[in-house]
């Protein structure tokens, strides 16, 4: 597998965070897949979140809007119990007033909500536990080991945009997979826990 995207012997030994292998990893897929039209577009269409930026203007009628295409969605683990918490907090908008007014070209600084919106998840979503977080009160990484729920089903509907063209298809996500860390900051393993269909047989 490694061979087969380019890596000698002296890349295997180095250590990644799992997230960022993942994005290597799909990144040298994709790059081999390039002039297949049959392929070239696979990774994107498996596991790519539409997702987008914005900021609205209260008093005036201006926005900004910016898409944001994912392969995997970074969720909070601090101050969130489980996934839904997580969700609604990715979800939160903020208000931009006083000293933080949004600058408009065409109407000059104006109160304003900032916030990101969901449009469209894809057939196979990729969650990332931020676990690993920067502590301001020592200012070092550390890692968070807060116990934290996630289901064997849920229904992601209730986070698209209102205007969402995801809003048309089934949002229902069935879990397949955890990942699952042991260690510390400096270093440690991954664990998978999978299974291949919604049998209760895990591996």
């Known amino acids: 597998l490694t061979k ?11 250590q990644h965070d799992v997230e960022e292998f993942c994005r290597v990893l799909m990144d040298n897929l994709q790059m081999k897949m390039k002039g297949d039209p049959s392929l070239e577009n696979s990774i994107r269409e498996l596991f790519e979140v539409k997702a987008r930026h914005a900021i609205r203007c209260v008093n005036v009628n201006y926005e900004s809007i910016r898409e944001e295409p994912l392969l995997d969605i970074q969720i909070n683990v601090k101050n969130c119990h489980n996934l839904e918490e997580s969700f609604k907090q990715y979800l939160e908008k903020e208000v931009m007033e006083g000293d933080n007014q949004y600058s408009t070209e065409k109407y000059g600084k104006q109160d304003a909500v900032m916030c990101d919106e969901f449009l469209e998840f894809p057939p196979v979503l990729h969650l990332h536990l931020k676990r690993f977080i920067f502590d301001f009160d020592t200012m070092k990484m550390t890692k968070l080991n807060d116990y934290y729920e996630f289901p064997e089903q849920i229904d992601l509907t209730q986070f698209l945009a209102d205007d969402a063209p995801g809003r048309s298809k089934s949002n229902l996500y069935d879990l397949y997979g955890v990942l699952v860390h042991a260690g510390g900051i400096l270093g440690g393993h991954y664990d998978a ?3 291949t269909s919604t049998s209760k047989q895990w591996y």
């Not at 087969?4 to 180095?14: A, D, K, L, N, Y």
């Open 4 to 14: 087969s995207f380019g890596w000698g012997s002296q890349e295997t030994w180095v």
């Open 193 to 195: 826990y999978l299974r």
